[in-house]
């Protein structure tokens, strides 16, 4: 199992950044795939990055210049710089990765962090 526990969030200002922070614990060997999740108030939990273990990257359409996705695998942690944040990028952000195993599959979720965008 892969335990993610998620950081960075806040409320900040239109036009303003944040670093979201999520780093993995437990069987790290087994990630293959890293990102991002938003789930604006009453809306389902939508895409917005990941980022594969080679660094091939990909983006929500929405985001796309605004947001940058890195990780270091050192620390088995995944970052998401968001920059010229806009109020409707406002929910909670979940960090997920995706293992295999012996060929099994497996989603895991951390317990997300507030990003709150003011206007």
């Known amino acids: 199992q892969v335990q993610l526990v998620e950081s960075g969030g806040g409320l900040v200002q239109a036009g303003g950044s944040l670093r979201l922070s999520c780093s993995a614990s437990g069987s790290v060997n087994d990630i293959r795939l890293m990102g991002w999740y938003r789930q604006a108030p009453g809306k389902r939990r939508e895409f917005v990055a990941t980022i594969s273990n080679g660094g091939d990257t990909s983006y929500e359409d929405f985001v796309k210049g605004r947001f940058s996705i890195f990780r270091d695998n050192t620390k088995n942690t995944v970052y998401l710089q968001m920059n010229d944040l806009k109020p409707e990028y406002t929910g909670v952000y979940y960090c997920?990765?995706?293992?295999?195993?012996?060929?099994?599959?497996?989603?895991?979720w951390g317990q997300g962090t507030q990003v709150t965008v003011s206007s």
């Open positions: 997920n990765t995706n293992t295999i195993r012996f060929g099994t599959q497996a989603i895991y």
